[in-house]
């Protein structure tokens, strides 16, 4: 409880008023593979909660000796899917995403975006393709 409460709660998006943002770190940290989540996880509950498709549910060998709230249950889950959706199975960031362009402006004529030294523009005055540079 700790770890997120000091580590991951202070920060944008976990904190829509903050000004700082969460580092990857510190993600990895937390809902990383080998992170505090899922050492918890492993420790604790991996034999008592079962994960069918993306939602995680008490097993029924225990379902009768235990009762978590939905809300707990509903927070591993979501914790699960955002690791996996953010992060592959070697904790290196996986982000998938589709741009796609609408109508733009004529005082708006490209649209440029960088990440880690690779670029790609997109020029809606040419007739071109995308390239990452």
């Given at each position: 409880?700790?770890?997120?409460?000091?580590?991951?709660?202070?920060?944008?998006?976990?904190?829509?008023?903050?000004?700082?943002?969460?580092?990857?770190?510190?993600f990895k940290t937390f809902f990383g593979r080998n992170g505090t989540l899922n050492s918890f996880y492993k420790?604790?509950?991996?034999?008592?909660?079962?994960?069918?498709?993306?939602?995680?549910?008490?097993?029924?060998?225990?379902?009768?000796?235990?009762?978590?709230?939905?809300?707990?249950?509903?927070?591993?889950?979501?914790?699960?899917?955002?690791?996996?959706?953010?992060?592959?199975?070697?904790?290196?960031?996986?982000?998938?995403?589709?741009?796609?362009?609408?109508?733009?402006?004529?005082?708006?004529?490209?649209?440029?975006?960088?990440?880690?030294?690779?670029?790609?523009?997109?020029?809606?005055?040419?007739?071109?393709?995308l390239q990452i540079v």
């Amino acid at each position: 409880y700790n770890p997120f409460v000091n580590d991951i709660a202070p920060y944008y998006p976990f904190n829509d008023e903050s000004v700082a943002d969460l580092s990857m770190d510190s993600f990895k940290t937390f809902f990383g593979r080998n992170g505090t989540l899922n050492s918890f996880y492993k420790k604790y509950l991996n034999n008592v909660l079962v994960k069918r498709k993306n939602n995680y549910s008490v097993n029924s060998q225990f379902a009768s000796k235990l009762n978590f709230s939905k809300e707990f249950l509903d927070f591993i889950t979501n914790a699960g899917n955002l690791s996996s959706l953010i992060l592959n199975g070697n904790d290196n960031i996986k982000v998938n995403f589709t741009i796609q362009s609408l109508d733009l402006s004529a005082d708006f004529s490209f649209i440029k975006l960088g990440y880690d030294n690779k670029n790609i523009q997109y020029d809606h005055t040419l007739n071109q393709t995308l390239q990452i540079v």
